[in-house]
């Protein structure tokens, strides 16, 4: 059920680290394994040096050991159905397969269920690197 990872995902965002942008984000992941993996953004005063949420779950999950991304969800407290970043989708790609589902939220729970090729058409992908 969704709302147990949107649950998690409020509960992340709680510990962002965000005293730059005042942006608070949370994501909460559903492994492959079962698990609940969480994260939040992650800020530092030489700003590009801060993170998204979803890495800081990913990092997670992979020494957590999970592997695949089965849901994750995404919450923001100041905008609503926030949806990942660029650089997030693509990390979120490397972990996801075809019936993956990424949940957006408000504060009242999951608002948007979007599969992994509605995030992300087209993704970089090569045999070439392996
Ligand atoms: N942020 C995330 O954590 N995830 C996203 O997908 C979008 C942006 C964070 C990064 C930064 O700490 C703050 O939101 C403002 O951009």
Known sequence: MAHDLFEAARDAM????????KFPVGAAIRADDG????GA????LS???GW?????AIGCMIMGGGKTIREIAVIAEKLALCPPCGGCRQK??????ADTRI?????AGVQKTLTMEELLPFSFETDILG
């Open 35 to 38: 698990k609940i993996y969480t």
């Open 52 to 56: 998204c949420a979803e890495p800081t």
């Open 47 to 49: 700003f590009p040096q």
């Open 14 to 21: 709680a510990k962002a680290h965000a005293p730059y942008s």
């Open 103 to 107: 949940y957006l939220c408000d504060e």
């Open 92 to 97: 979120i790609r490397e972990f996801a397969s």
């Open 41 to 44: 953004n992650i800020e530092n």
